[in-house]
């Protein structure tokens, strides 16, 4: 694992809670999946050469702060807070790497923002997920119940953190125990009860949980990518994210110069099995100029 110095930024007001590591002249800002951490990139950080990485907990993620209860955690939102974090950083130009919903956020900043990118590495992920327009007021109708009883809930406690590990490896395919115990030590908090001294349970906002309000439709998807400007890494796991739903080849095609590099291992490839793809990250930084 790196040897992490943590760092707390601010982002809308609120705590934004980071990890860096490395001295490298090149500067890469790492963005995890839904419902993890930046704990998603300690195994990969200390095998990537040059680079100063800072990982961040997602607002509503990890140690960070929730949103407020009027505030959203749609895409477009995440965007905002990329471009903010970057700022607290002094970066005005950086590397950007996303991880499933990250590598989502990562594409839309990078389309919004090209500027700001000197590169994109996408790891199992291509654009948010899109949605049919004409499904638009039952989406919404179908979050707003969810919200609802969503905040009427507190998230279910374990027994102990063994349980905790068992029940997120039921969630995510193919994740090692290792890497879900890695994980939660930034995304459980200790909530013991009378039935169970020993309980924990999940730090996370409970709101991100609840179905996204509103989607990009492909075709806007599509532009974004078609916007992005900075040579682009997509990494794909062999045992990876199916892209159920997703119009993956006309994404791949949106993206000028698109990179692709296939690896082993199911969709958090980049802590079950990081040396490939620091290999392959390597090798795509190694030729641009710093």
Known sequence: MA??????????GRKVAALRTGNGPRRLL??????DNAHSFAPLAPLLRGVELVAVDL?????SEHRSGDASYDFLAWVGDVLELADELEWKRFVLMGHSMGA??????????PERLEALILLDGLGPLAGDPAEGPARLRHHQQQLRRLRQSQAPVHADMGA????????????????????????AVAQPT?????GVATSYDGRLRATSAARLSEAQVVAFLQAIVAPTL??????????????????????????TASVPGGHHAHMDEPAPIAAAIDAFLRPLPT
């Open 59 to 63: 607002p509503g993620h990890g140690r």
């Open 194 to 198: 009378a039935a169970l001294p020993q």
């Open 234 to 259: 997509l990494v794909r796991p062999r045992q990876g994210a199916p892209y159920a739903g997703i119009q993956l080849e006309g994404r791949l095609q949106a993206v000028a110069g698109l990179q």
């Open 164 to 187: 905790l590990v068992r029940r997120m490896q039921a969630a995510v395919p193919l994740l090692s125990a290792a890497s879900a115990a890695l994980l939660l030590q930034r995304g």
């Open 3 to 12: 040897s992490f110095l943590p760092l707390e930024l601010r982002c809308r």
């Open 104 to 113: 989502g956020i990562a594409s839309l900043v990078a389309g919004v923002a």
């Open 30 to 35: 790492a963005l995890h999946g839904w419902l």
